[in-house]
């Protein structure tokens, strides 16, 4: 049984960082894509940035790029999301999700690709 438990969310003001970690248990880790989406209350999910295990190649959505950063611990089979610069539109629950299959090396931002979610951590961010 898969499982990705997130944690670190909390509460920031505008200006402040988290660190997010999303730990994996029964899932094959190894070459995969990982990363992380967000929910505003009101919105879609969206993609915010992922992650191959293998080679550590990265993708981001745009209004993240530069403040967020996304990394793996292979040995812990951990995906970490570093966010810097945080503002208060970036309140959201915060998703950790995994593949079911092989993607590829370029791990896309689009939801459906992801077989597998986490429960969510929370982010408040306060101005």
């Known amino acids: 049984q898969v499982q990705l438990v997130e944690s670190g969310g909390g509460s920031v003001k505008a200006g402040g960082s988290l660190r997010l970690s999303c730990v994996t248990s029964?899932?094959?880790?190894?070459?995969?894509?990982m990363g992380w989406f967000r929910q505003a209350p009101g919105k879609e999910r969206e993609g915010v940035a992922v992650?191959?295990?293998?080679?550590?190649?990265?993708n981001y959505a745009d209004s993240v790029k530069g403040r967020f950063t996304v990394s793996r611990d292979n040995a812990k089979k951990t995906v970490y999301l570093q966010m810097n610069s945080l503002n208060p539109e970036e309140t959201a629950m915060y998703y950790c999700?995994?593949?079911?299959?092989?993607?590829?090396?370029?791990?896309?931002?689009?939801?459906?690709?992801?077989?597998?979610w986490g429960q969510g951590t929370q982010v408040v961010v306060s101005s």
């Open positions: 029964g899932y094959t880790y190894s070459g995969r894509c």
């Open positions: 999700a995994a593949d079911g299959k092989y993607i590829g090396v370029y791990c896309p931002l689009s939801e459906s690709e992801y077989d597998y």
């Open positions: 992650i191959y295990t293998g080679v550590g190649s990265t």
